[in-house]
């Protein structure tokens, strides 16, 4: 069984539509939990830590349930420029392991 | 350009060959993280210095690869014997260390094709 697994999608949304996924993971120990966001042949970027609180970053929602062992990302008001591949991350004794990613697509 | 910087980007060699890639981390961040990325796939850990100490491999890194951070600075990864499952995107990632909560700031990546 994978650590990380996410829904690869892709979602194929209209700009300004909610499109929301998740992940599950499952090092139960795991300590730290992240979204990076990934174009096409670039490196992968932070776009945000999750906390066991819920947290927001503009229209980036994400959640976090540790007794699940679930991350989730919303995404509000999409545009075209959150077309990427979002991959779930999570931090397990300063290692990262990460999901396959999942893509979003935004269309005009 | 105060980024994590890799070198070369791509690198295109002929199975049997050995090769070797370079990672320049952000000047600060004591430690330096390599990843192995396949097409479709998310990164996958191979081992991390926390300064010139190699603390961790993963059983992905066979005896063919080896890894080393001399000076706590740059690192260096090498493969020896390239085979063409090699093929894929080798991450370099840094951070300032050591809480949890550190966040690992990826290079641009060097693309290996082994034919």
């Known amino acids: 069984r994978k650590e990380v697994e996410q829904d690869p999608g892709p979602f194929n949304v209209p700009e300004g539509a909610t499109v929301a996924f998740n992940c599950t993971y499952s090092n139960s120990a795991s300590q730290s939990f992240f979204w990076y966001r990934q174009d096409c042949r670039k490196e992968p970027k932070l776009l945000m830590s999750?906390?066991?609180s819920g947290n927001e970053d503009g229209r980036f929602t994400a959640q976090l349930n540790r007794a699940s062992q679930y991350i989730s990302l919303l995404i509000r008001d999409s545009k075209l420029s959150d077309s990427a591949t979002y991959l779930c991350?999570?931090?397990?004794?300063?290692?990262?392991?990460f999901g396959a990613g999942t893509t979003v697509t935004v269309r005009a | 350009d105060t980024g994590v910087s890799q070198d070369p980007r791509h690198k295109i060699t002929k199975r049997g060959q050995n090769v070797t890639f370079r990672c320049d981390p952000i000047?600060?961040?004591?430690?330096l993280y390599w990843y192995r990325q396949t097409l479709g796939q998310g990164p996958e850990f191979l081992t991390y210095?926390?300064?010139?100490?190699?603390?961790?491999k993963s059983r992905l890194l066979s005896d063919r690869f080896s890894a080393e951070r001399p000076k706590g600075s740059f690192s260096t990864l090498e493969i020896q014997r390239t085979e063409q499952g090699d093929s894929a995107m080798y991450l370099c990632?840094?951070?300032?260390?050591?809480?949890?909560?550190?966040?690992?700031?990826f290079g641009p990546g060097t693309r290996l094709t082994v034919l």
């Open positions: 000047s600060e961040h004591n430690r």
């Open positions: 210095f926390q300064n010139e100490a190699q603390l961790e």
């Open positions: 990632a840094s951070s300032l260390g050591p809480t949890f909560t550190d966040t690992q700031y």
């Open positions: 999750v906390y066991s």
């Open positions: 991350v999570v931090n397990s004794d300063y290692k990262l392991s």
